[in-house]
Every structure is written in C-alpha cells, then in structure tokens.
C-alpha cells in the first residue's frame, strides 16, 4: 500500500527522485511501523525529522507527538508534503526547508529520520552538539556498522571511536534494498544513538584520533610521527616530536591503531597535550 501511495503521488507530481540527493523513499510498512516502535513516542515529545521527502515518517510521527520539525532540502518536494498534512488534517508539523547540516536545530526531545546518505556523518556529529533523549536513524549499513564497530574489529574506526565516547549507539535492525523506492544496491540499518551528557572530548582529542587513524594498522607511537602535523602545526623536528611521544605511556606506543580502546586512544591524547603545554 505503501509503495503503491508513493508512487502515485511522485507520478502525480512529475517526481523523478535522484539518488545523488539522498532520495530512497521508504515503502515498506513492517519496517515503518518498527521504526516509529523503537521510538517510544509521546505526546510530550518534540520529534527532529531531517529529510522528510513526501512525509512517509512525518505522517505517524505527528500522530503520536506534540511536534514535528521536519527538515527538507527538495523545494519540488515540499508541496507534496503540506498537501500530504493537509489531506490528513494534521497541523503540529513545521517544515523547515534547506540544507540540515547549515540550518539551527530549534529545541527537539527526539530525532527520528531515514537520513539522506550522503550528509550521514556531518549530522551524526552535528546532533551531537545538541542535547536530546535519543534518536532512532537509518543509515547506510556499512557506515552503520563503522559506527558500533568494536577494537580489532574490521569495520573499527574514527568514527566508532567518537560513537563510543560520545554515545551509546546499538544496531536495532537491518533493512533490505527493496523497502526503498528507488531501490539502493546496498542494504541500510536503523541505529538508536543516545547521546551522552558530558563526552569527555575536546578539539585535541578529535586531532590525535584523527592523525592515529591515518595509520589504522601501525603501531600508535609510529602513526603519532607520521600524522603529528594533524596535532600541531608547529615546524617541530623529527627529535622533537619524537621525544614528546616518549612520554605517552610505552604499552599503549607499542599497540597497532586498531587495536587500542576509546579511553586508551583519550588516554594518549590527554598525555600528549600534557606534554605540549609545557612545551
Ligand atoms: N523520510 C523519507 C525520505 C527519505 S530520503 C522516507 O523515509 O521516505 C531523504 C530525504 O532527504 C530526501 O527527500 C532528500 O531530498 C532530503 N535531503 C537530502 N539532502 C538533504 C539535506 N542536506 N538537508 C535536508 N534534506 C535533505
């Protein structure tokens, strides 16, 4: 039935979805239903939703909550959208039309979207900033599974990394390519991210993540020289910057990237920036 709608409407409106903008639309009801499901929604909940599309979502969640802020970047869209609301005679949606990554968020209990793949990351980090009970996101599989990937597995990451100490983020479900019109080659799965109150991460911890992975399968202490220009932009010679690795603690220098811990990762950058201000 839901794929049925969905075509209609794009058909009636003369919609050709581009995939390079991030338009899967959601057509399946089994995997709706168990999105809005994990969701726990109330009515005292102000529901986040970025990328609404033709409101497949917006439509049940604004059923269930006192708000919805549905963000949409398509201007082609957006007509479907208020007629769709219209039709179904709900008023507690306020569109927002532009791009989610440069928009403020206005305040939001919760987030409940199918994300436009393309702009994944920058919004996971972005709602990061913001102070929310949790949300309930489809993503790409392979970026889902980088985001709850564990040390010395594969898919372990930067990203999984900043997930662990910013979060607490779980693999709900799995969902196939042909829930989605069109229908992506690769398959999607629904994360629950509950954001931590107070992440112990600051800018010199996300620079010394990021010049450690440059190097995922070497030793730590060899990845800090080879990317210390992520750390510092200070001319510092070879000696240098190898005597201010010295300090970090010898067993976590002698372990391969990929194999260290968020907190150890933490651990090293709270020792070179030790180091570094007495410099
Ligand atoms: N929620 C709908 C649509 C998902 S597709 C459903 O489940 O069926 C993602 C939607 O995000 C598309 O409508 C696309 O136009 C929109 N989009 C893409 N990039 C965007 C951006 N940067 N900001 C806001 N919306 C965006």
Redesign the pocket.
Known sequence: MLAKETFNLLKKYHIHLDRR??????INNHFLSKIIENAQLDDSDIVL??????G???VPLASKVSKVIA????KR?IPILRERLIEKDISNVEILI????KLDFPYFSKVV????Y??SSPITFKLLHYDFDFAILMYQLEFAQRMVAKPGEPDYSRLSVMMNLCSQTELLFKVPGKAFLPQPKISSAVIKLTPNKNPDVDKFFVKTCRALFQHKKKKSGKALLQSFHEICDLDFDRNTIRNIISHVDGRLIEERVFKLTPKEILMISRELEDVMEKI
Not at 21 to 26: P, S, T, V
Not at 113 to 116: A, Q, R, V, Y
Request: proline share 3%; net charge negative.
């Open positions: 903008k991030g338009q899967n639309y959601l939703e970025i990328g609404a599309g033709i497949t979502l917006t963000i949409e970047q398509d869209i532009g791009d989610a990554t979207s199918n994300l436009p393309q702009i």
